[in-house]
């Protein structure tokens, strides 16, 4: 099993930028996909990112393309959520998620990360 450990939440005003990042241990960082979701409060847990083992290939839910950027380093077993122009409504607790194929679900990931808040002010 691999343990994540986010940080890098806080508050931000719209139009700023947060970089989240998840440091990964207890299993070969190499081999397993990386993903990021979010939930706001009221809602399900959503896919917003997530990169291959590789690193080179990289999806994005559309409401985050061209403002979001995921990204790995496989020297530091770190996966990173760079995010820009901001907006209230990207305002959630975004969880750190590794699996060795990964998907857009929820289901797809088998270990997940404690959630760091990200609240974007208007």
């Known amino acids: 099993q691999v343990q994540l450990v986010e940080s890098g939440g806080g508050l931000v005003q719209a139009g700023g930028s947060l970089r989240l990042t998840c440091a990964a241990s207890?299993?070969?960082?190499?081999?397993?996909?990386m993903g990021w979701f979010r939930q706001a409060p009221g809602k399900e847990r959503a896919f917003v990112a997530a990169?291959?083992?590789?690193?080179?290939?990289?999806d994005y839910v559309d409401s985050v393309k061209g403002r979001f950027t995921i990204a790995r380093d496989m020297a530091k077993n770190t996966a990173y959520l760079q995010m820009n122009s901001l907006k209230p409504h990207d305002t959630a607790v975004y969880y750190c998620?590794?699996?060795?194929?990964?998907?857009?679900?929820?289901?797809?990931?088998?270990?997940w990360g404690q959630g760091p808040q990200v609240t974007v002010a208007s």
């Open positions: 207890g299993r070969t960082f190499r081999n397993y996909a």
């Open positions: 998620a590794s699996d060795f194929k990964g998907g857009e679900y929820v289901h797809s990931w088998d270990s």
């Open positions: 990169i291959s083992w590789s690193g080179n290939s990289k």
